[in-house]
């Protein structure tokens, strides 16, 4: 039985070609976005495991503070006290961002300086140095490294190696090489701890603890682990470093919007699947009847369908994972070389989790059977008359079903949700219209085809073209509605995306402006992800204070934090001086006074994405977690400046951050040159006072604004590649629709070449029909794109984030544009083939 | 001159061991007015031959004359437009368009010439009120039986006054009474409105309403009996005939 119905079903698939292959393209698209991007997370994720965890190599335990900032020894003897803990040594280490070109023309994005306990760290790891000679705890300027990075930086035994610092380019001897590393990740640079303290200015600290224990026994390890929690508190964590989480939570948001992506492509895979075998049925109503009449049951033919649509699930699944591997493996090599610059971040070879796998298959196979169903299940009540009966007129007149009632019902909940101004009812809206659209689009098609076949009728359909081209369209509405929910599907994304990406760029370049509006920026090699930038001490700032023309000079510090078990960035700024270089955006709280209150005893600024996640408001206290213990801070505003606007972040003063954290590198510095200051003179003497600090780079603070404008385009460009790409299955859902007429109709078609239509005019009905089914997909497209752009800002807005909703005019220009360019594609490859029948073969077409 | 004057027609499909003749130096000529049945059994290249004449197909060898003009040399615009201005078609199962009211359906060719939409739909419910669908102007073709709906086809075929009816097996759908009202209406085409008709039927009845019968064999014209008022639907002669054919 099996056997039969392969046959059969491979037969009918290879009999249509084309619209087999239209149908699994769709399948394809669905599958690949899904399969490429789920790729993404896991690779970055390993990169980041490999980068900032792995320095961990093969010890048992790790401990750090949670918030990522050193601490002092004594919780290293606290370690040791543990019962079962075999050795113990602690360490500091660091990532140091590498300016490019610092090394010449080797690329290096970042190092990894640790600082080691030197007999403590023998008993716990193997040092085998394959030439020189291992670290001792007496030595001073002097280090280890891999042989790789020698290599690299084409050092040898007892040359010197540059490291920039806080206090500026220092050099240590290389006494010792140790044999290349096999994990990805940063190359260490090891020193001994009193070395690294002072190159950090973190004198007596420890950022890190390993211990060895005395047991394998795994449930004795989770015994220890916890008497070792315990001991230390809960502002430790055991097993890795937790910094750089903020990446983290940045990519797996990333990641969701991407899998949202392919669940919507897949989604219009399922359209265009349930169309395809709605067409077949009524198609094969002959054949199926036949089966029918000579004792095939209904089980058998559902499982016919089912089969065929098995197989073009299975083997559109296949390819696109194929080809979702190559756009994933694609999508990281280029972000590969991006974020090695932006957040030094190594890259290694593509990670694919065995659940994607099992997800991609259950979804591509999944949707194709669950979209053959329904058709499958209509054709098994095909009755065996219909193999004897002639064909019928086919006209379907539509009429209201429940299905367009409750549409329209989801269609006024849905506007309900969105006037509550609640972020999760106009989400849960969104969905709802988007469902209520696609069950009202049947008796919407009439209406809206007449309309725009007058239109058009007026423009281009002349000779009654445009007359034939509607009553096609309106001919089968439930198809028509199907694809133009496919198109639908595509233009909204186009057009919310669009509304969020007006918003965002007006909202950030706003405060862009605002915060770095200085005359000069110098940044550090890796903006806002602060942890791993070398700052510089306030000699530097002092400097350029100091220096002719230079007005004033504000600077930022940072230290890592919890609050409320977030993780938070705390930026140190000198409340007297920020203001007149920058200010923040204020989203809460009294903007004349908070910067000054910053002064006054422990006070906090929180920022938007920080504030929503702690739901925090101005006059509340906190309670934040230093290296010195929990300190009671209170808010006193909400804002944000720029470079922070996406990451958990709040603003102390410098005094506290000295106080509580015992940090006062700068990592940021923006000054304004006096009113009477000739930029040409004074920027050399910048650039004099910077050649000791190659860690930063001097920008001009205009320059700056003009470079983040353009990354934003570039960025929104990437994005509406994006886009195009989501826009495919839209287009061969309207092909596939278009090219299932031009057969239907084909004898009709001969008709009317046969009575005088000449190619031009065929062409132009198939064009103009096209046309119409893309303006309605557009129409509903702008309705539903207008919605979910709106709850997107709503959402990100109460996520924190600085944006006002404003009016997508350019989306909704770039969606109609998208909407008639998809209409005149479509409809190339049906048209020519409609134009080009032979008529006598048309006209006895059965 | 004859209004279709046909010399030596030959169609061939395919090519090499598998090559079909379906028409084999056919000759034919028709009057103005004149009202031709074409017979023959099945694949006997009857259709072809229609086909030919309505330049819907180019022939292998041999040449149609219609109206004085030589539609083999014709580029395909200019014989889609022959075909609109000159000829009308009637076929086996109707070919209306499902969507169109009768109206429309009879306008079509007006439409498709580029006529007002106004005029066109004046001229064809003119049309359908002379073959008798004047109380089922606004019926979409599945509200209309199929006699109606072939009769809407007729209005169809004349509302561009064209000189000439082609009808392939019109009455190959139709019940008996549907099928003598259309050869009727055929009849009238050519008495009445002055067309000249020619028609494939496989039915001696329906052909015994022509002036003149043609007999097809295997692709080869291999008879003709003429029929004047006082034979005229003689269905039993015509009978006769076609099996000595």
Known sequence: ?846 | MALIQAEELTRVYGAGETAVTALDHASLGVEAREFVAVMGPSGCGKSTLLYLLGGLDRPSAGRVMIDGISIGELTDDALTRLRRQKIGFVFQSFNLIPMLDAVDNAALPLTLDGVAAEKARTRATEWLQKVGLGNRLTSRPDQLSGGQQQRVAVARALVAEPRLVLADEPTGNLDTRSSDEIAGLLRQVADDWGRAVVMVTHDAHIASYADRILFLRDGVIVDELRLDAHNRANAELVAERLRMV
Do not use: C
């Open chain 1, 1 to 846: 039985m099996l056997r039969l119905q392969l046959t059969l079903a491979a037969r009918y698939l290879l009999g249509r070609k084309l619209r087999t292959a239209l149908t699994t393209l769709a399948i394809v698209f669905g599958t690949m976005v899904i399969f490429g991007m789920g790729m993404l997370l896991p690779t970055m994720l390993a990169a980041f495991q490999a980068n900032v965890l792995a320095a961990a190599g093969q010890v048992d335990v790790t401990v750090t503070q949670k918030s990522g900032e050193a601490f002092t020894r004594s919780a290293l003897s606290k370690v040791r006290a543990v019962p079962g803990v075999r050795v113990v040594a602690g360490s500091l280490s660091r990532t140091v961002n590498i300016p490019s070109g610092y090394y010449g023309r080797t690329q290096l994005g970042a190092l990894t300086l640790t600082g080691i306990d030197v007999d403590a760290a023998q008993a716990l790891h193997s040092y085998a140095v394959t030439s020189g000679r291992f670290l001792r705890a007496s030595d001073e300027s002097v280090t280890v490294i891999t042989a790789n990075l020698a290599e690299m930086l084409s050092l040898h035994l007892g040359d010197k190696l540059h490291l920039p610092t806080a206090d500026g380019d220092i050099t240590l001897k290389i006494v010792g090489l140790l044999p290349a590393r096999s994990q990805p990740g940063n190359e260490e640079v090891l020193v001994t701890l009193s070395e690294a303290q002072k190159l950090l200015a973190l004198p007596n600290r420890i950022n890190t603890i390993e211990a060895n224990l005395n047991t394998t026994d795994q449930a004795q390890r989770d015994v220890i682990e916890g008497a070792i929690q315990s001991s230390l508190g809960t502002d430790y964590t055991l097993g890795g470093l937790s910094g750089g989480s903020e990446l983290l939570a940045g990519l797996q948001t990333g990641q969701a919007a991407f899998s949202l992506f392919g669940f919507l492509a897949l989604f219009m895979g399922g359209f265009i699947i349930f169309n395809t075998f709605r067409t077949i049925i009524a198609e094969r109503r002959h054949d199926i009847g036949m089966l029918r009449a000579i004792g095939a049951g209904r089980r058998t033919i559902v499982g016919l369908i089912l089969v065929e649509g098995l197989i073009q699930g299975v083997v559109g699944t296949a390819i696109g994972m194929a080809l979702g591997y190559l756009m994933g493996a694609g999508i990281l090599l280029m972000m590969g070389s991006l974020y090695r610059n932006f957040v030094h971040l190594n890259i290694g070879a593509p990670v694919i989790e065995p659940q994607l796998f099992v997800q991609t298959i259950v979804l591509g196979v999944g949707v194709t059977l669950l979209a053959g169903l329904l058709p499958a299940l209509s054709a098994s009540r095909v009755s065996p008359l219909e193999a004897l009966r002639p064909a019928a007129v086919e006209h379907t007149t539509q009429r209201f079903t429940r299905g367009n009632i409750a549409g329209a019902g989801l269609l006024v909940l849905a506007l309900l949700g969105l006037v509550s101004h609640n972020a999760r009812m106009a989400a849960l809206g969104g969905l709802l219209f988007l469902i209520g659209l696609v069950l009202v689009a049947p008796v919407l098609v009439q209406p809206i085809a007449t309309f725009f076949s007058r239109l058009l009728t007026l423009l281009v359909a002349r000779e009654g073209t445009g007359e034939l081209a509607q009553s096609n369209v309106v001919r089968q509405p439930g198809r028509a509605a199907v694809t133009a929910s496919a198109t639908m599907v595509g233009l909204a994304i186009v057009v919310a995306m669009g509304g969020m990406v007006w918003s965002l760029t007006g909202g950030f370049l706003g405060i862009l402006q605002k915060s770095l509006g200085s005359d000069y920026l110098l940044m550090p090699p890796a903006v806002s992800l602060w942890g791993s930038n070398v700052g510089a001490k306030p000699e530097l700032a002092n400097r350029l204070r100091a220096t002719p023309g230079v007005a004033v000079v504000s600077t930022l510090r940072y230290a890592a934090a919890t609050a409320n078990g977030k993780s938070v960035a705390l930026l140190g700024i000198d409340p007297v001086n920020y203001t007149k270089v920058a200010s923040l955006a204020f989203q809460a709280g009294d903007p004349q006074t908070a910067l000054a209150d910053l002064s006054r005893g422990r006070a906090l600024i929180i920022n938007g994405v920080f504030a929503a996640q702690t739901g925090l408001h101005p006059g509340d206290s906190v309670h934040l977690s230093t290296p010195t213990g929990q300190q009671l801070y209170q808010v006193v505003a909400v804002g944000g400046d720029y470079l922070n606007a996406k990451i958990q972040t709040a603003y102390i003063s410098q005094a506290n951050l000295q106080r509580d954290f015992h940090k006062s590198e700068d990592i940021f510095l923006q000054l304004n040159l006096a009113p009477n200051a000739n930029a040409a003179t004074v920027e050399p003497r910048l650039k004099a006072i910077l050649k000791d600090y190659p860690q930063f780079k001097l920008v001009s603070g205009q320059n700056y604004f003009e470079e983040n404008k353009q990354i934003f385009n570039s960025t929104f460009m990437v994005m509406y590649v994006l886009l195009g790409v989501l826009a495919a299955p839209s287009l061969i859902a309207l092909l596939n629709t278009l090219a299932i007429g031009v057969i239907e109709r084909t004898r009709e078609i001969g008709m009317l070449r046969a009575i005088g239509a000449t190619r031009r005019q065929v062409r132009r009905i198939v064009m103009t029909e096209s046309l119409l089914l893309a303006a309605i997909g557009t129409a509903f497209g702008l309705l539903a794109g207008l919605y979910l752009g709106y709850v997107m800002i709503l959402g990100l807005s109460t996520a924190g984030y600085p944006v006002d909703y404003v009016f997508p005019a350019g989306g909704l220009v770039a969606a109609v544009a998208i909407g008639l360019l998809l209409g005149v594609v479509a409809a190339l490859f049906p048209a020519r083939q409609a134009a080009r029948m032979n008529i006598v073969r048309a006209l006895r077409y059965e």
